[in-house]
């Protein structure tokens, strides 16, 4: 009973998620709710290594730019059917994350940030520096798009990848769950919160931050990989600063730790960002606006926005 | 006579110039209770973590647990081996609780899984009386004691041959401290081999069978805890009177 309790609120976000295309059919909010999912993937799974573990990650959009051109250069260089292009994205980020992680593993705070911001940029250097594959600061174009049998995604009012998006979202999140809910999800929070008691109790910190970074990278990779087909194009931008520090705030604002936080404040964000890109003056200020949003609460409610709703929702209800 | 079941030789720890352990040579047999009594800052603790490797391991000198030299292993494997320890100050998981603090030290420590690593734990749990009411609170939540006692059932979980206990009584009540006095005699009635840091003196003197005072990281004198405490150098070390 009290299980069942515990997922009546995903669920029923799920069921409201799975109508909207009904009563939704503008193309573009449509294309909103996608471009949420994707965030709502890369910072849910960013929260794993960074809310969970507390590695201070900052070359987690690697993962997700690494994923973005494999699928793209599988899928148009090589001819890759696009379904499977996407899901190669996931094996290629967890190999780059595994590169990434070696060096961390053994390193702590402020030298976390430098050598993951570094690597972040060591992949965009590389992706500009070998423009005969990925078409460097170009990017790719006109990237194969979807199609099941006969059926193209193209013409259908984006009703097709809105689905594909969302059970990828949904998949990650279970995903994410199991991996919370295991022993070694436990562990991670153990290494997180105290990393000398975790080692006097058998757990090999270097070898949990190594595992949490890789798996961290699966739909990352995958997410980036849809985004690339999706979009029908591969741009260096996705290892940009911007991306880095709107997904950065996602996690924050919507509660590092937490499981469907940074789920929440993808959406939510991604619908905020677009209405302050109405507001005239605000065009190409709104990524200050959600900086400052990131600030606020970080200094007012640090556990993020979804644990100030906590005390409002039945215990039963509640997931931690 | 008993095999020691873990020993030294001759560790060291220097931090700079400062020596916080010189030249401790010293071997725990199995099934006793061990105690190490000390001044603050004598190196009791710095000991413990150099023989863990919790957070660093020794300048120099070997430290050999069941048969085989551990002073180069990697902390968790030491653990693993059986040689597992608490701390002096309160270790905890704030967002995990006394059944998922288990868990983890059940899954990794013990090498358990499933129902099997559940069962061991709530046995762990009953073993050392902690309430069945408190063991879905967050550790954050724990009192004092519930930390120390989950402190010590995460260690026991694994069945360690060797548990290190660094201070066990500090922040407890009287009637706490003979409910743990209590729980240690049990503990090594049961086969557990105790090594102890301790400032209370009663509390040590009551469940030692050898006993070791360090000063200034050097061992001052050990054996019967009786005869020790009674030394006119460790009565000085105590008393505070002037190093020769």
């Known amino acids: 009973m009290e299980t069942m309790g515990r997922y009546t609120l995903p669920v029923l976000a799920l069921v409201v998620l799975a109508f909207v295309p009904m009563v939704v059919e503008a193309s573009f909010t449509r294309h909103l709710f996608i471009i949420a999912f994707i965030y709502a993937i890369i910072a849910s799974n960013w929260n794993l290594s960074l809310g969970h573990c507390g590695i201070f990650n900052f070359g987690h959009l690697t993962f997700f730019g690494v994923g973005s051109y494999t699928a793209a250069i599988a899928a148009k260089t090589y001819g890759v059917d696009p379904w499977v292009a996407i899901l190669l994205g996931g094996p290629a980020a967890a190999v780059a994350a595994f590169l990434m992680a070696a060096p961390v593993a053994r390193l702590k705070g402020i030298y976390v940030v430098l050598v993951t911001f570094a690597f972040g940029q060591l992949a965009m250097q590389l992706v500009l520096s070998q423009s005969d594959i990925t078409g460097g600061a170009q990017g790719m174009v006109r990237i194969p798009y979807l199609r099941l049998g006969e059926y193209s995604f193209l013409k259908d009012y984006k009703l097709g990848y809105y689905y594909v998006a969302l059970g990828l979202l949904v998949v990650s999140t279970i995903f994410i769950k199991l991996v919370i809910d295991s022993p070694f999800g436990k562990s991670l929070k153990a290494v997180r919160d105290s990393e000398e008691y975790a080692a006097a109790r058998g757990v090999s910190v270097s070898r949990q931050r190594v595992m949490v970074l890789v798996l961290s990278a699966i739909f990352t990779g995958v997410a980036g990989g849809f985004y690339s087909i999706y979009l029908r194009v591969a741009s260096p931008e996705v290892f940009g600063f911007g991306t880095l520090s709107l997904a950065l705030s996602m996690v924050l604002i919507g509660g590092a730790g937490t499981i469907y936080g940074p789920i929440a404040a993808a959406i939510a964000l991604t619908f905020a960002t677009e209405a302050l890109a109405g507001v005239r003056g605000l065009e190409e200020a709104r990524f200050i606006v959600i900086a400052v949003a990131m600030i606020l609460v970080l200094r007012l409610a640090p556990g993020g926005l979804l644990r100030l709703f906590e005390p409002l929702v039945p215990k039963a209800l509640r997931q931690r | ?244």
């Open chain 2, 1 to 244: 006579m008993t095999e020691p079941v873990l020993h030294t030789r001759s560790v060291s720890k220097s931090f700079g110039g400062l020596q916080a352990v010189k030249d401790v040579s010293f071997e725990v047999r199995e099934g006793e209770i061990f105690g190490i009594a000390g001044p603050n800052g004598s190196g009791k603790s710095t000991l413990f973590n150099i023989m863990t490797g919790i957070p660093f391991g020794v300048t120099s000198g070997e430290v050999h647990f069941d048969g085989q030299r551990v002073d180069r292993w990697a902390p968790h494997r030491i653990a693993q081996a059986g040689l597992c320890r608490t701390f002096q100050k309160d270790a905890e998981y704030p967002d995990l609780d006394a059944n998922e603090t288990l868990l983890v030290s059940a899954t990794y420590n013990g090498g358990l899984r499933g129902a099997e690593a559940t069962r061991r734990a709530n046995a762990v749990l009953d073993q050392v009386e902690f309430d069945r009411s408190r063991r879905c609170v967050l550790s954050r939540e724990l009192s004092v004691y519930e930390k120390k006692q989950l402190m010590i059932a995460s260690a026991m979980v694994s069945q360690p041959k060797v548990l290190m206990l660094d201070e066990p009584a500090s922040g407890l009540t009287k009637p706490e401290i003979a409910r743990l006095d209590a729980l240690l005699v049990d503990l090594n009635r049961a086969g557990l081999t105790i090594l102890l840091i301790e400032h209370v003196l009663s509390l040590l003197l009551s469940v030692s069978q050898r006993l070791m005072v360090l000063n200034y990281g050097e061992i001052l004198a050990q054996g019967d805890p009786t005869a020790v405490v009674k030394e006119p150098a460790v009565i000085e070390a105590y008393l505070g009177g002037r190093r020769k």
